[in-house]
């Protein structure tokens, strides 16, 4: 599976872009994305993925597809 970012909910901080381990978010021009066929959840790196724990919209602004 991936991660999404709700585009409503995000604020276009850029705080998720330095934490994610395989590069999966992107910004195209002030809107992130974040590539599904890359992402991989932080599989076995942490408890949660690090863009939701970074996120100050947490869990309501990066969800799961």
């Not at 590069?23 to 991989?40: A, H, L, P, R, Y």
């Amino acid at each position: 599976m991936a991660m999404k970012i709700t585009q409503a909910e995000c604020t276009s901080c850029g705080d998720c872009v330095p934490v994610c381990p395989t590069k999966s978010i992107i910004d195209k021009g002030g809107i992130f994305k974040i590539n599904k066929d890359t992402c991989n959840e932080c599989d076995g790196e942490a408890d949660s993925p690090k863009c939701v724990d970074t996120c100050p919209g947490g869990d309501t602004c990066i969800v799961y597809v």
